[in-house]
Every structure is written in C-alpha cells, then in structure tokens.
C-alpha cells in the first residue's frame, strides 16, 4: 500500500506539472481545449491525492507499523477516533492534509467557475496548481508519509496525549481549510493581475464566498485552538502570543480586512490597489503561518524540531513576495480609483478605519512575532517580546476595532448628515453609556480598559440591535408579519448584510469575554493535603479527598493512570459544585524508564475540573506529588527487571498490574502525598466562546447562498445551454 | 483648498503618524524585549537585566515543590547548565530532557523564573528524526 501511495504523489506531481503548462500554454495561445485540460488537472490531483491521504488513514486505522509515520504517531492503544485523526498530528501527514484539502478546494472553485473568468482563470489554474506542485514535490522529495521501516513493530509509539482531545483533532483540518482556501482568492487576484482584469469585479465576486469561507473556517480553527488551550494545557489560559498562535491569526485579521473593503469595491469602485494587495498579503500570510509551524526559526510553545523545509519555503515565499509586488506595480493604471472618499463621515471612510485596524494589528503581531529575528538581524542578539508588549498595543486597536464595528452598520454610504447621525446614533451611544454608568457602580470602574471594552461592546449589540429591529419594523408594516416571521424574512432577503451584523455581536460579545476574564481573574497555586481549604475570589475549594483509577482500552491494555482529587466549591457557606480534576499517566514505549516506572513516566496530561457559567468560571487542575513514590517505583523497576526472562511475559504482565494498583493506586486513594492545584475564578470567559458561536453562526448566515445567488445561476446555466444550442445550430449550418 | 494641496496635507499627516508610529514601535520593542539566551550565555549575566533562557531541563535535576519547581536548564547541544527556581503554573508536557522557555532574572546563584512564564515546547509536533531513518 505504501508503494501505491507514493506513486499516487508522483503522479500528483506530476499531473500539477502538467497542469501549470497547459493552462498557461492555453491562456498565452487562446487555445480553450488546453485550458480545460489544465483544469481537468487539478481534479487530477485532487482524486490522486485523496486515493493518498485513503491510504494513509487507512494505515492509521489498521495500525499499521510497516509506515513509519504511523509507528511514530499511533498505537494500538490510541482510541480508533483519534488514530484517524493521528494522521495530520505528523509533519508529513499534515502537510498531505494541507495538499488534499487544496486541491478539493481548487476543484470546487474551478468547477464553479468552469463557464466564467475565461482570462484570469487559466492563470490561477496554473497558480494554484504551483501550490500543488510544491506540496506534492515536498512530499516525494522531503517528508513521505509513505516511508516504511524494514522491521515491523509490534506497537507503535502512540498519539501525543496532549492532542487527545476533540477540539484539537478538528483544529488542524479546519486550520488547514482556511490557509487552503485563501489560496484560492490569492490565485485568482494573481490570475486577474497577469490578465490584466484586475479593474473588474467578477473576479472578485466570484472567489468572494471562498474568502469568507477561509475567514470562517480559520476563525474556527483559531477558536478551537484557543478552547484546546483553556481546557487541557493546564494552564488556564486561551491565548499566550505564541507565534504559531499569531501566525494563524494573521492572516484571519488581512483577511477580514480584505473582506470589509472589497464591498468599498464592488459598490463604489474605489480601494483597488488596497484590495489587491491585501488578498495577495492574505495568501502569503497563510503558506507563512504553514511554514512557521514547520521551520523551527522562531522559539514557540509547538516545538518544532530540526526541519529541512525551512529552505523551500522561504524561496516560495519569496517569489510570492517579489511576484505579487511586481504585478501589482506593473498593472498600477488599472488599479485606479474610480471614485473618491466623500467624507470622513460615511460608510466608507469607517470600513477604511476598520481595515487601517485591522492592518495595524496585523503588523503589530507580525512585529511582535518576527521581532526575534529582526533583532538578531539589526543587532546580533536575538530578544523576544512578551504577552504585555502585545497587550499594550493589541487592547487599544481592539477597542477602536470594536467601536468602528458599531459605528459601520448604522451611518451613511457617501456621507452621513446630522439628522440621520442623530436619527441613527442617539439610542445606542444613550444606551451603551447608561450601561457603562451601571457597570462602573458595580465596580468595573477599577479596570477602565475593561470598562471601555463593556461600553463600547454594548454599543456594537445596541446599534446592531436597533438595525434589526428597524429593519423587522419596516417588514412588518410592508407584510403584516409576526415579528419572528418578519425577522426570518429579513435576514434571507438579505444574508450578507445580517450575517456580517451578527458577526459584529459576536466579536463584541468576544471582546467582552476576553476583557472580563483578563481584567478580573483571580488565579491561586496551592499545596494541599485532603480536608484542607483554600479561599480564592469570593470561593472556597476544599480538597475532600484523592481520586485514582486505572483504564484500560477495549483491548485490555493499560491506556493510562489516573490520579485525581475531589473538590467541593463554596461561596457564602453555600455549596456551589464539586470539581473532579486529574492528572492522567499514559505509559511510556521507553524501556530505559524501567517496568514499573514507565507507566508513571511517560506523557502526562492535566484533565481540569470546570464549572463553567455564564457569570463564571470555577477552573482547577491539579499535579499530584509522584515523587513520593519514587522508592516504590525503584524497587518495583528492580524487582521486574530481574524477573525478566525467567518468568513468561504474561505472568510479568499481570504482576505489574498487580503492583501498580496495589503499590501506588489504591495507596494514592488511602493516603495522598500533598498534590499542588491551580484555582482559576474568571469570569465572562463563557462569553468568549458564545461570541465565537455568534460569529461563526453570523459567517454561516452570510456565506449560504442567498435567492439572488440562485435565480443568478439559474440564468447563467440557462445563457450557457442557449448558447450552446446556438453554437451547435451555427456549426450544423456551416457544415 | 485646492485638492492636490488637500491630499498632499492628508498624505504628509499619514506619513507622519506612521513614522510616529513605526519609532514607538520599534521603541517599545528594544525596551521591553528580553534577549534570548543559553545558559553558556549567561555567564556574564547582569541581574539588573531580564533574559528569555532556552534549552533543556537538564536531567535527573528537577525537583517539584509547593507552587513551582526548581531545576537546571543547560544547553540544548551541549553540557553548560544554570539552577533555575520557578513559581507559578507547570505546563503539562513539562519534564526533565524537555525543551524549555522561561524568563529569568539572576538572583545570587541562582535564576529566578518570572512567574507562569514558563512554556515548554510541546513534544507533539514534527520532528525530523521521526520521518527521514528509513
């Protein structure tokens, strides 16, 4: 099976190789056949590279440890559902991801756009079959997935506990999606450039749904990262200005950018150079977030080890850079303005506000994350910026941001007069200061950053509110509507609108997540021993006592130790909750750690305890002292390692088990060594990922095609069949 | 006003806040950026001064205790070690070999993590050795 999947990336290869020189042969000489077979190479690709990413889950599903990558990323102890995710947890295996979902991804656009863009699409075919080529080249040439070890293990290392979560096997492919598909703009705003169409806008509206798409599924991906962070790194936190972390955040922020200006664009014609350069700076942010997960150059919480793919990277980032600036100072006439900013009181200039932000912050991060390099360039001693360094630039850009997101829905296109300012504003600003009023007597006025988030987050729910509610007004004075009905209506009669106004709610109510929870945490790490208490905020954690239990698989292996405590949360005397965390001991393959030892010594992952509430979050994790057992440890690794050989191995296997719960797991639960906890009270934090829900259900609402999109296609298929009835009328009378 | 003067006025005020900007920038960032170090760096190391140290928990030398740790961290290729004493939140994959980050002031003999600033390298992700022996 190994040997099929690698010829299938061969071929991959090259069919893209193949592909790039038909499309461009096709565009260059005006020869539609060829055009089309460069096309018909990219779902080439796309079914080759499937039949590779099937072989390769299928290896993880079987556990087959002929493949390297499967030995070193699975076991047969590792859960079927995430021995099907284990596959992208490897660098060969996520860069195969990254291949498939691209040219999935390439597919469903040139499929779709087969009967339009006949300049610019032949150059984008040809583009993002480059991509193609350099992932599947990198995957021949670099980083098989196919590589198989001469001799076949019996069991393979296993999946990282720490990735043994839900959220963080969801998290890559839809990470993955969103680069892949802001390929897809990129390819297109490059095809447009070459063909000299950039001035028009069906390029862009034609590839506008997969700019939104990307912009979902990375805010997805960045979400789910950010909740996998909260809730099983043991830290508490959901975001630490790591730079994997930054580099998927930047291009989500260029291309939010992106997708604000370019209905400046479409509506007025102005912005064309901004656009242009912004989902070209989209695209090669998102192969830059790729590389920095593989190039190790930057000191990061995701280790990166050693890496040979720093090189092709940097030169494929470069030629993107030299490129996309090249074509953009070339194609500079066609780019002008057609219109000109009316006033810096109108729609526009704030959607210019807000990409300005939105650029800001992006080059903020990208500073900030770069600034190690950057200093060791200017320098010669690399330093690295810390979490306040970001805050103290990232909290004021993300108030303005907030802010201009209330502000845009509700003035004026062109220019905004004082009546209808004072028509549109009056209610929310009254509104959000009231709010602002009430929330500083209750004591916010003691963190004012926070508090001017509050205000300003309540501003955006306000302004949007009154819109909704204008707008369900007017529907039902034209209708006679219930209000829901009426509600309904409105927004499937305008998706983009109301779904980009949901999506305003949602990072208010984000914002106002992440400043409550920042603002007004209390965080205590403690030593307890069972029966003792510990107060934290307003709470009490009393330790009741010590939990441990061994799982096994369904196999009957030993999966993982699991030492734990009981605590019962209280508030005023009043008992709120009981939390349960643990800390669970996966065994190790490393037999140097001895057979008693590597059951305590291998990974270990924190499981917190969380009462999560809409007011609060009570959050506790614990480590347990094993060191206490170490002298039990010892002496089992003595005892075991001299019964080696002279004892069957099943025999041995079950005297350890024996051991393990008679030496240290029931004695875990008797008599507890003290264990050291983390109590976090936050509040708001659920906020953060109800906000993200309002956002992702606002992007959905905005995406889905609307009835104008239908009858749309509908008349463009029917133009399509009548001109081919004509072409074969006319062909029939020429013979 | 004659608009090419208007938009030459706008264009030296966009100009001008973004140099502002650009210098605050790269102000704030000498300032409050630590320098990146291995314990071989560290042997003239000023305890006025805040260093990011990076390399490995150097084994058979972490001791947990009530709220932190205390450990060495030496070089990644190489022997030189420092004792570092830790307060604050222990990150799950922490462990002796693994690869650490942690923001230190010298104190005496002894470095003095800031506290929660300690991340260490998530051992999850790819590594060359795990792809490239067959």
Redesign the interface.
């Given at each position: 099976m190994a040997t099929v999947g690698r010829a299938l990336l061969i071929l991959a290869l090259l069919a893209a190789a193949y592909g790039i020189v038909a499309s461009i042969y096709g565009a260059v000489r005006g020869r539609p056949e060829w055009v089309a077979s460069g096309r018909r190479a990219v779902y080439a690709v796309a079914a080759l590279a499937t039949g590779a990413f099937a072989i390769l889950e299928i290896a993880f599903l079987r556990s087959d440890f002929s493949f390297q990558t499967v030995w070193a990323h699975s076991s047969t102890t590792t859960p079927t559902f995430y021995k099907g995710a284990a596959a992208w947890s490897s660098q060969e295996g996520s860069l195969l991801l990254w291949l498939w979902l691209l040219s999935l991804w390439s597919s469903l656009v040139l499929f779709l756009t087969r009967r339009q863009l006949r300049r610019v699409a032949p150059y984008a075919t040809a583009v993002l079959l480059g991509f193609a080529a350099f992932f599947s080249a990198l995957l021949v040439f670099k980083v098989s997935p196919f590589h198989t070890l001469a001799m076949v293990p019996a069991e393979g290392k296993g999946l990282n506990p720490l990735l043994r979560h839900p959220s963080m096997m969801i998290h890559p492919p839809m990470l993955y999606s969103g680069y892949t598909l802001f390929a897809i703009p990129f390819a297109f705003a490059i095809g447009a450039l070459i063909a000299g169409q950039v001035g028009a806008a069906d390029w862009i509206r034609s590839t506008r749904r997969f700019a939104l798409a990307a912009w979902f599924f990375l805010g997805i991906g960045v979400m789910l990262g950010a909740r996998w962070s909260y809730a099983e790194l043991g830290w508490g936190g959901y975001w630490a200005w790591d730079p994997v972390e930054n580099a998927s955040l930047l291009p989500w922020l260029t291309g939010t950018a992106f997708l604000h200006s370019i209905m400046i664009q479409e509506k007025r014609g102005m912005l064309k150079i901004w656009n242009v350069s912004l989902v070209l700076a989209t695209g090669i942010l998102a192969i830059m977030g790729t590389f920095l997960v593989r190039s190790g150059i930057l000191d990061s919480i995701h280790a990166f080890g050693a890496s040979t793919l720093g090189l092709p990277f940097v030169m494929l980032i470069g030629v993107l850079i030299v490129g996309s600036i090249g074509l953009v100072v070339y194609r500079r006439e066609a780019l002008r303005s057609e219109n000109k900013l009316d006033s810096m009181l109108s729609r526009e200039a704030i959607f210019l506000g807000n990409n300005l932000v939105l650029v800001g912050l992006a080059f903020v991060v990208f500073w900030g994350t770069f600034w190690p390099l950057i200093a060791e360039a200017l320098t010669g001693t690399r330093r690295a910026l810390g979490p306040p360094w970001f805050d103290r630039y990232t909290v004021p850009l993300a108030l303005v941001l907030v802010l201009l997101s209330g502000i845009g829905p509700i003035i004026a296109w062109r220019r905004a007069t004082k009546a209808n300012a004072r028509r549109n504003f009056l209610v929310p600003t009254a509104l959000a200061l009231g709010l602002g009023v009430v929330l500083a007597a209750f004591g916010a006025a003691s963190r004012p950053l926070a508090l001017l988030m509050f205000v300003v987050g309540g501003f955006v729910v306000f302004s949007v509110g009154q819109e909704f509610w204008r707008g369900v007004g007017a529907r039902r004075a034209m209708t006679n509507e219930n209000p829901a009905a009426a509600l309904l209506s409105l927004v499937a009669r305008n998706r983009r609108r109301y779904g980009g106004y949901l999506v305003h709610v949602g990072m208010a109510v984000l914002f106002i997540g992440v400043a409550a929870s920042t603002a007004f945490r209390d965080a205590r790490d403690v030593q307890m021993n069972p029966g003792e208490t510990a107060r934290v905020g307003d709470y009490e954690f009393r330790y009741v006592n010590a939990t441990s239990r061994a799982q096994f698989t369904n196999a009957g292996n030993l999966e993982k130790i699991s030492l734990g405590a009981v605590v019962e949360v209280r508030k005023d005397g009043k008992k709120v909750t009981t939390l349960r965390p643990d800390r669970g001991f996966y065994p190790s393959t490393d037999d140097s750690l001895g057979p008693i030892g590597r059951y305590l010594a291998g990974e270990a992952t924190s499981e917190i305890g969380l009462k999560a509430g809409m007011r609060k979050d009570l959050w506790v994790a614990m480590t347990p002292n094993i060191r206490a057992y170490e002298p039990t440890i010892e002496e089992g690794n003595r005892v075991f390692t001299a019964l080696q050989g002279k004892v069957p191995a099943e025999e041995t296997g079950a005297a350890i088990g024996l051991a393990l719960r008679n030496r240290i797991i029931e004695p875990y639960r008797n008599d507890p060594p003290p264990a050291t906890f983390r109590y976090i009270v936050s509040p708001l934090v659920t906020w953060i990922w109800l906000g993200a829900l309002i956002v992702f259900g606002g992007g959905l609402v905005a995406m889905w095609p609307g009835p104008d999109a239908a009858r749309r296609r509908a008349r463009a298929r029917a133009a399509a069949r009548v001109a081919e009835d004509l072409g074969r009328t006319q062909a029939r009378s020429t013979a | 006003m004659h608009p090419s003067r208007k938009r030459r006025i706008r264009l030296i005020v966009a100009l001008g806040a973004a140099t502002i900007?650009a210098v605050a920038?790269v102000y704030?960032?000498?300032s409050?950026?630590?320098?990146?170090v291995q314990p071989s760096q560290l042997a003239k190391a000023d305890p006025a001064d805040t260093y990011?140290l990076?390399g490995k928990v150097a084994d058979g030398s972490l001791r947990?205790?009530?709220?932190?740790a205390d450990f060495r961290v030496r070089d990644r290729d190489g022997a030189a070690s420092v004792p570092v004493s830790y307060?604050?939140?222990?990150?799950?994959?922490f462990?002796e070999g693994r690869?650490v980050?942690i923001?230190v002031r010298k104190q005496g003999a002894t470095y003095v993590g800031e506290r929660?600033?300690l991340?260490?390298?998530?051992?999850?992700?790819?590594?060359?050795?795990?792809?490239?022996?067959?």
């Open positions: - | 900007l920038l704030t960032s000498v409050a950026s630590n320098e990146t990011q990076t947990e205790r009530s709220g932190g307060s604050g939140a222990i990150p799950d994959p462990r690869e980050i923001t929660d600033s991340i260490t390298k998530c051992p999850s992700k790819f590594t060359e050795d795990s792809t490239q022996k067959s």
